[in-house]
């Protein structure tokens, strides 16, 4: 490195997108409107600090929907879940606010769509992701999950002329263009999907780490390990040649990935609050890395409106 003072490369687009920003604001509300606790199934969104802030408010986090006492007030997390779920809360005449990001929504209604005409959905994901399972839900005896170029091979479909890949929306990039170009080889007339599956946040935040990484001998990830975004960007950082770790918080840091260090590449993933961020700038400011230079290859202006049943609360889903 040329550069003989330490300093940050700081990404932008970083930390909350619209979705994750909908999805802590539709919790909010719901504490404001019904006071506590207000139950969530799932974490509202895949972070640590989020979760516990939310709990010391008066939130309860269940893994299931059974677990929430009847006629109470669910929400439903950001990564969406399937038809039976709605059915269960509505069995146990629970009030439902469903804080689905809109994009995985849009994931949704393309397999119920493709489902509908009969074609052999090919979903690129992760195995036992909380969106995949939800979007397997809504036409489970049609889509088929595909982890990953090496799973291709595996894929048996009933006609390979009628055949459409979606994907989790929170993938990286690369690899999903490599596993739909793995299937293609497979069924030459498999379909697109009809827009671009992955979110446009989870997009953004892999082009800004590209170019981090490009200058940084080390890239430090702000995000919790059950985040697939947030994962991916650390696997983005490291095949542009950088060293990555992926921390939920500054004190997470290990002094010794500093060593013989002169740039230091900074993000965080889509569901983490920016001032995570800030605590990890003060921290290596604190270790000489005081010069901080923002890259921003991408301009993010998306936001998202609250559930209708916050907009409108007669509409709210019960029994």
């Not at 909010?28 to 408010?57: D, M, T, W």
């Not at 001032?275 to 993010?300: C, F, M, S």
Request: charged share 25%; hydrophobic share 40%; with cysteine.
């Amino acid at each position: 490195m040329t550069h003989s003072q330490r300093r940050v490369l700081l990404a932008k687009p970083r930390s909350s997108c619209a979705g994750v920003d909908r999805a802590v604001r539709t919790v909010e509300v719901c504490l404001e409107k019904y006071g506590p606790p207000i139950y969530v199934r799932k974490q509202i969104v895949h972070n640590a600090f989020v979760v516990k802030s939310l709990e010391e408010r008066g939130v309860i986090f269940v893994e299931e929907t059974e677990e929430v006492p009847e006629g109470a007030t669910v929400v439903f997390s950001a990564h969406g879940v399937a038809p039976a779920v709605h059915a269960e809360a509505k069995a146990q005449k629970l009030t439902t606010i469903d804080a689905t990001c809109p994009l995985v929504t849009k994931v949704h209604r393309e397999a119920v769509r493709f489902a509908e005409a009969d074609y052999d959905i090919l979903l690129i994901g992760h195995e036992g992701h909380e969106e995949v399972i939800g979007t397997l839900g809504e036409a489970p005896d049609h889509i088929h999950l595909v982890d990953g170029p090496d799973d291709v091979k595996n894929v048996q479909v009933r006609d390979p002329d009628r055949v459409v890949w979606l994907s989790q929306t929170t993938l990286s990039v690369d690899e999903t263009l490599a596993t739909a170009a793995a299937l293609r080889r497979r069924f030459p007339n498999l379909l697109d999907p009809p827009s671009d599956d992955i979110c446009y946040a989870t997009q953004n935040r892999q082009v800004a780490v590209k170019e981090i990484a490009a200058g940084s001998e080390l890239v430090i990830v702000v995000g919790s390990a059950n985040s697939s975004n947030s994962v991916r960007l650390v696997e983005v950082a490291r095949e542009r040649g950088a060293a990555a770790h992926l921390v939920d918080y500054a004190e997470d840091i290990d002094e010794s990935w500093l060593d013989g260090v002169t740039t230091v590449g900074l993000t965080s993933g889509a569901s983490v609050p920016d001032e995570l961020v800030q605590d990890v700038l003060a921290w290596l400011g604190e270790r000489g890395y005081d010069e901080v230079q923002e890259i921003e290859p991408v301009t993010e202006r998306m936001h998202f409106a609250l559930p209708r049943e916050l907009d409108h609360p007669a509409t709210a889903e019960t029994a």
